[in-house]
């Protein structure tokens, strides 16, 4: 009797080693993809080691970054966003013609941008919860929109494609240096997108791993009917994260505004398929449930060191295309690992 007590332990309680928990989790791939990728261009470009170099990576990796992370988060929810790189546009978009137009403060417009884009958020999580369409149709019907809208009433009121400048407005210098500021440490320039993405990463990876709402996330994406029978807002937490990915289009479009004063109208089409790309690069699995909110770092490395390699920029997007196929193979071995560990 004791033998058999003794020889079934449960293997919740068993101890575990270092390199099983590092199977378990899902940055893992992210890591591993980022270390090769430095590794390579290193090696494959003499410029990519300088500090000016490494800063002019860090800064495409934060404006991609800077979205891509609550893509993860919606991700590993189970859903999609086909309108966040459009947003991001619609978002500076509504400062600069809000602020012209009535001629106030700058920061009128910054924060009658806020709620414009958190609006568009939530429309997206509400026609989801309410439709039950497929994220895919929902966000895809909001991109078209918004394009419409973003070009539309750009030509109206400017009577161009573009924005006019408020450089001169009340509130512009300090609004600037909120959202596109910069520091020059001798060669090395940094800017204050890194730091948002930095900051970014580590809010939403406390999220994850150290609050309900985290886990509320994971239990949405695994299986909406599951988690809302053990009690999960499951609306709550879809529109939440929605309204994140809004929260960050208008970050990063504040900073498009601030840095070059005026905007174009087209920009942001296609950006969405960047974002999805950092995020699936990061660890997360298209069928939701599982990821992570790092990802962004290597597609800055890969752009960059495309050209500090000196190789024809016209291959871009077919490293990119190979880089998400080998992030997604290596994502999918190690869960297979942790799995059967």
Sequence with gaps: MSATAGATVDERLAPTSLVRRLLGRPELGAVVGALAVFVFFSFAADSFLRASSLSTVLYSASTIGIMAVPVALLMIGGEFDLSAGVM??????VSSMFSYQMTANVWVGVLVSLLVTLAIGFFNGFMLTRTKLP???????TFLMLTGLNLGFTKLISGSVSTK?????EGFSSARALFASQWNIGSVTLKVTILWWFALVAVATWILLRTRAGNWIFAVGGGADAARATGVPVVKTR??????????????????????DVVQSGEGVGNEFLYIIAAVIGGCLMTGGYGSAIGAFIFGMTSNGIVYAQWNPDWFKFFLGA?????????????????AK
């Excluded at 400048?165 to 407005?169: C, P």
């Design 323 to 339: 880089m998400l196929l080998l992030a997604t193979l290596l994502n999918a071995w190690v869960r297979k690992r942790a799995e």
């Design 88 to 93: 991001v546009t619609t978002s500076a978009l």
């Design 165 to 169: 400048t408020i450089a001169d407005m």
């Design 239 to 260: 529109i939440g994260l929605y309204m994140g990915v809004a929260l960050c289009a208008w970050i990063s479009g504040q900073h498009i505004l601030f840095s070059f």
């Design 135 to 141: 994220s895919f149709i929902i966000t895809l019907g």
